[in-house]
């Protein structure tokens, strides 16, 4: 029987007769060659360690490597919740100082759509905005520079 190290120089994965320890992809290696049922004069992981513990497996060398298969149920991740819908707007509409129309859909400060956006004092829109759509008006933090005037 081989040893690891023997294994590995035979693919060129690691130098024969020298010490030390063996790459990432020498280590996959033999993990894959046990995975497959091979084994290793010098083998220092003990395999059956886990299969002693579950009692549903078997004491054949099959069920052995059962154990080491992972298992392929679904992994179920948590689910992150969603913003709740805070109002039905889809969109702010501001006018700059020259009078263009401006339309924005996400608030500025939190980046948000503005139908989740929950920043406290309303929706930020874009600082070219001079003034704001009085239908938007309700919903949005009022402009810096309209305390001025
Ligand atoms: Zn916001």
Redo the contacts with the bound molecule.
Sequence with gaps: METQREYLARLGLAKPGTRGRFSLAAKAELERARLSGMTFSDSTKAVPKKAAKTPKTTNTEEGEFDSLIPDESPVEYPKIPEKPKLRNIGRVIGYTAEGNKVASDI?L??A?HVNV???SGG??VSPIVATIDPESEPYCKPLANSILV
């Design positions: 608030c400060s939190c948000h956006c929950s920043c929706i930020e």
